[in-house]
T-cell receptor, first 109, second 117 residues
């Protein structure tokens, strides 16, 4: 059973069109939920860590939120430079970090 | 955050040969990780490498196929041995932020794109 499921697999937005990416998880003892951005041909770039339900973090046009079952990455008024694959990962207790397959975001000028 | 470099950035290899990938960090770190990212798939942890001890391998990965060295706190190598086309993938090393390791946030190198013919 997958511990981390991201949706949608791909998302195409017009510049300025706000939207949200979803990350659902099934781990019981969540130690941390992580969001990364990955550009083509590069390694993932760390964005946020969330630890408990109700927590929110923001960075420029990105805002990450967390509930007991899922996390959302909200993108407000996106720009073409926000185009990338966004990865979600979770850590259950002191186990390894498990990554989702990502959402590929394309922002059209 | 730590700055991580990997060599080579990409390579094309023949079946049955081996390739060693290097990972260099600009600061001392306790834990280094090696991942594989196959096309359209998520990152899969191969092993965790701590300085001064044997690497810990995840299920489905064995030392004979993916030997790892960790000679000091800033460097590690991953060897992909006796390669087959199924080993074609991107290999990534990562570290936990040396100033905030308790939070398990990882920082990644640029990756090595391997193609096996």
């Amino acid at each position: 059973e997958d511990q981390v499921t991201q949706s949608p697999e791909a998302l195409r937005l017009q510049e300025g069109e706000s939207s949200s990416l979803n990350c659902s998880y099934t781990v019981s003892g969540l130690r941390g939920l992580f969001w990364y951005r990955q550009d083509p041909g590069k390694g993932p770039e760390f964005l946020f860590t969330l630890y408990s339900a109700g927590e929110e973090k923001e960075k420029e046009r990105l805002k990450a939120t967390l509930t007991k079952k899922e996390s959302f990455l909200h993108i407000t008024a996106p720009k073409p430079e926000d185009s990338a694959t966004y990865l979600c990962a979770v850590q259950e207790g002191y186990q390894k970090v498990t990554f989702g397959t990502g959402t590929k975001l394309q922002v059209i000028p | 955050s730590a700055v991580i470099s990997q060599k080579p950035s990409r390579d094309i290899c023949q079946r049955g040969t081996s390739l060693t990938i290097q990972c260099q960090v600009d600061s001392q770190v306790t834990m280094m990780f090696w991942y594989r990212q196959q096309p359209g798939q998520s990152l899969t942890l191969i092993a965790t490498a701590n300085q001064g001890s044997e690497a810990t391998y995840e299920s489905g990965f064995v030392i004979d196929k993916f030997p790892i060295s960790r000679p000091n706190l800033t460097f590690s190598t991953l060897t992909v041995s006796n390669m087959s086309p199924e080993d074609s993938s991107i290999y990534l090393c990562s570290v936990e932020d040396p100033g905030r390791s308790s939070y398990n946030e990882q920082f990644f190198g640029p990756g090595t794109r391997l193609t096996v013919l």
